[in-house]
């Protein structure tokens, strides 16, 4: 699992960065048997030989095969965009959105 934002690896300390590294000490705390890793981008997540190379302390193993965005509008312009890029409108799935009254910024 990937925690993805515009900030790799704690490069920016904006809020949604730092919404992103808390989330990660969170599931690290209440999940700690998960392979996840964040903040990073998400050319960071999908290529561990990239990632391991600038990050080599990454406890991610492999490709992340779950990527998580800091908010609504960065999961659905991902969203769009990857079923574009996949061709004919077609949407690899399943994704998965929280409750929108639970989210913060």
């Known amino acids: 699992m990937a925690l993805l934002s515009h900030s790799n ?41 990239y990632r391991m190379s600038i990050m080599p302390r990454s406890t991610l193993s492999g490709e992340a095969n779950l990527l998580v965005l800091p908010n609504i509008e960065s999961a659905n312009i991902s969203y769009n965009l990857l079923k574009t890029a996949a061709g004919n409108n077609v949407a690899i799935g399943p994704v998965l959105l929280g409750r929108h009254d639970r989210c913060t910024s």
């Open 9 to 49: 690896f704690g490069s920016s300390d904006s809020p949604s960065a730092v919404k992103m590294r808390e989330a990660l000490a969170l599931v690290r705390e209440r999940a700690p048997e998960l392979d996840v890793d964040g903040e990073m981008h998400g050319d960071t997540a999908l290529d561990a030989q």
